[in-house]
């Protein structure tokens, strides 16, 4: 059964698209099909952080040119990509017939992946919530910035607000080292114990690279233009972590659960 990751963030700048991109081809490495979705609705950037150019997008979808698997592309590292680009917003006025028919269309890639990665916008936008609620966990993504905790623990607050349930697991980002992560992760549990009474999970962390940094810049993955540097290797490590985790057995199929996230009639709750 597909598992799906909704990589998310509090503010921008955290890195977010860059662990979607290079997990995702860190997952492809241990054997797994692997398709990463890009569901930013502000800042659909995903084929740059991939380095390629899309044929086609999400776009073409929700207009009815073409079916959902006809957009699904061949990306770096053995990995499959969906296009962003004016699609999400477009997505997110949708209801009705024309909404089920798009969400029945997504759940068709359950066919040929074992892990969905949905590479959401940063915020607490209604479309980055529906995402992370129809996935099976949310990776929060967090430097060690005190606005970046602050805005983290915004997120873990509606999502847990919204669903008592969520595993919600955190990535630490641009840290010096694993001691440093753990004191970022320290704070982020803390704070989410004593105000929310809920646990976030550790799933690792990915250290600055300046190396990583470069590669970034010249749109390449660095998991695979240098796959020894620092932050190839950290990337390496949480998704041997994800795949370790459970997400135990849901009781909702895929598209139930993202018609039940996107519904627009659902009460919401956001604090």
Known sequence: MMKTL???????????????ANLAIALA????????F????????????LGVRPEFTLHDVIIGEKRM???????????????????????????GPQLEAFLAELSNLESFTDYLIFDTGAG??????????????????????????????????TLFNRDPNKTIGVVMNMV????????????????CKQFLSKSVKYIGF?????????????RKPFLLANPNCPAARDVADIAKRVLGLSTGDQKTS???????????SRDRKTA
Request: net charge negative.
């Open 29 to 36: 490495d241990n054997g797994k099909r692997t398709t990463v």
């Open 124 to 157: 607490l936008g209604e479309d980055v919530l529906m995402f992370c609620e129809a996935s099976d966990e949310v990776i929060l993504v967090i430097t060690p910035e005190p606005a970046s905790l602050a805005d983290a623990y915004a997120i873990a607050k």
């Open 176 to 191: 010096n080292d694993e001691a440093h992560a753990k004191q970022v992760y320290a704070r982020i549990y803390s704070i």
């Open 69 to 95: 698997t006809e957009v699904v592309q061949r990306g770096p590292g053995g990995i499959n990509y969906v296009a962003g680009g004016s699609g999400i917003e477009a997505l997110a006025r949708m209801t």
């Open 38 to 49: 890009d569901a930013d609705l502000g800042l659909a950037n995903l084929d740059v952080v």
């Open 6 to 20: 909704a990589i998310t963030s509090g503010k921008g700048g955290v890195g977010k698209s860059n662990l979607s």
């Open 254 to 264: 895929l598209f139930d659960r993202l018609r039940s996230a996107f519904s627009p």
């Open 206 to 218: 990915v250290r600055f690279d300046r190396e990583a940094q470069l590669l970034i810049r010249s």
